[in-house]
Every structure is written in structure tokens, then in C-alpha cells.
């Protein structure tokens, strides 16, 4: 009988107890503890994950495809499982809606001066001086037009903004005005009032952000990272901050993380810090289900193809 380990980190087995109940001829256990996940996969063929190591390959002779319930593949060891011969499949779409959703309300927040009425609350203080702007009418560039990307450009564009973006074809995406390939990315930050980026990390996105680009944008641009800190060089950009060539820093991720204590974006009024949580969601795993309930049947039945499976030598 085909053994699928589930790690389920800090949700419950009940939530995904519909799986058991789909699929009876598989033994499915669960693990809630990264201590005892070594006891547990070295029998395992499928593994479903939110985190996987070195280590725990070494102990699972067995393990035949791996199913990440996160997007970003970058933390993972492409490299061990490429020489397994691994099937990799992500979660990719699961943070379609919410993430999209998050990108909007940072552009709303920073339209309205949302943290210097927070500032002025946690104050006790009346002070109606705040700018109150729109963003219909705004540009607003994505760095990324993959599944969030796109869901973000139709949310922005049925709320009136102009949409551009990057990716790495040209080809026309739905609800983008404009298209630029990944060389021509000066162009989002001479023109945006908004800079998304979904950016993934890689040696070629490492640090790719920096004081050329934010030398480009309006002093009235606001920058919105959600992608991966380590695509920022953070020390050009707290330069930015501070010299008033960048008005405002919404962040969930960091180049270190936790973002470190003596970090001067702490202190920064114009930067607004969120702990890694915009891709979360109270339904993130009743979402990851329709993916990991298709990908079952494509293996059991050796029928159809895929969700989200990876190219483990491109990272695509």
C-alpha cells in the first residue's frame, strides 16, 4: 500500500482528513512535529510538506514525489532531488485571492496615510493634516505576472488603475495594459505610483532591487514587497527612505528573518512591517486540497497531468 506522510506543521489532522476518506486504498500518517518527521518518512513515497531538508531525504529511500504546499521552491534542495529523481510539485495559486487581496489593501492603506493615522491613534491625537488620496487612476507595475500577479492586475484594474508588469515572454496578459520583459524592469519604476514585487529568489533576482531603481521612481512612489526579501538590497533601500527618493515601504518579507532587532526599518515612520504573514490564510489548507486531491489521482491512476509540477532544472 502506497504510504503518503503529511506534514502538517500547525494545522490540524482533521483538516485534512477528507483526503483519508478519498482516498482509502492509500495509508496516509501525520506529523505534526519536525522532530519525529525522520521516524516517519523512511517508508514514505509521498511526502506532503510545507518544509523538506537534505537530512530527511538521506533517511527515505522510498520517497518518490514530494508535493510542497508552499509556492516558493527556492528553500527546498533542488539539487538532492534532482539526483533522486524526485517529482517536485507547489503549492503554486493556493495564495492567489488573499495575497492578491493583501497587495490591495497596502495600496489603500498608503493612498489614505493609514500608519500616520495609526500614529496619531496610538497618540490620542485629533489631527485631520494626513493625506487623503485615490488609487483609481494610479499605476501600479508588478514584478512577477505569475498566479498572484494576475489575480492582483484584475483586482487593480476593476478598481480603476492602470496595470503594467514583468515577466519573462511578452505575451498579453488579461487586465495588463503593459507588458515588459524582466531586462526592461526599469521601465515599472520610472512609471508606477505602486511597485509590487512577487519576485521569486534566485542568483540572478539576488539583490536585483536596488539604488538604480529606486533612483528611477517618483518621490511619491510607494514600494510593496511580498515576494522574497533577499531580491532587496535593504541598505539601498533604507537610503531611499530616508533621502526621500522612495515616500513609503510596505514589507512582509525581509532579506533576514525575523527582521533583526537594530534594523533602522523599525524606527522608519514611512515603512510599514508585516511578520511573513500575507501569505497565510484560515482556509490555506481547505485551498491546498484541490491541488494535492488532483495530483493523488494523477499518480495513483499514471493518468493526465499534474498541478504546479516543476522543472527541478530550470526552478520552473
Known sequence: MTKVLFYTAYYTENDAMPLVEE?????????????????????????????LTEKMIDVAPRLKWVQSIRAGIDDLPLEKM??????LTSGKGIHRVHMAEYAIAAMIMMARNFPAIIRNKQQKKW????????????????????????EIAKKAKLMGMRVIG??????????????YVSLEMEEIFRQSQYVINLLTHTPETEKIVDRKCFDLMRKTCCFINMGRGKTVNEDD???????????????????????????????????FITPHIC??????????????????????????????????GTEY
Open 23 to 51: 482516498f482509502p486504498g492509500i495509508h496516509f500518517e501525520f506529523c505534526s512535529d519536525l522532530e519525529n518527521i525522520e521516524g516517519k518518512i523512511k517508508d514514505a513515497e509521498i511526502f506532503i510538506t510545507i518544509k
Open 82 to 87: 534532482k539526483d533522486m529523481g524526485i517529482i
Open 127 to 150: 489631527d485631520r493634516s494626513p493625506a487623503q488620496d485615490q488609487i483609481e487612476g494610479a499605476t501600479v507595475g508588478i514584478l512577477g505576472l505569475g498566479a498572484i500577479g494576475r
Open 166 to 179: 514583468t515577466k519573462q515572454t511578452a505575451e498579453k496578459v488579461e487586465y495588463v495594459d503593459r507588458i
Open 237 to 271: 533601500l533604507v537610503e531611499a527612505l530616508r533621502t526621500g527618493r522612495l515616500r513609503a515601504f510596505f514589507s512582509d518579507v525581509f532579506y533576514t528573518e525575523p527582521l533583526p532587532y537594530d534594523s533602522p526599518l523599525w524606527e522608519m515612520e514611512n515603512v
Open 279 to 312: 501569505g497565510e490564510s484560515v482556509r490555506y489548507l481547505e485551498k491546498a486540497l484541490e491541488i494535492i486531491r488532483h495530483n493523488l489521482k494523477v499518480y495513483l491512476d499514471g493518468e493526465g497531468e499534474m498541478v504546479n509540477l516543476i522543472d527541478i
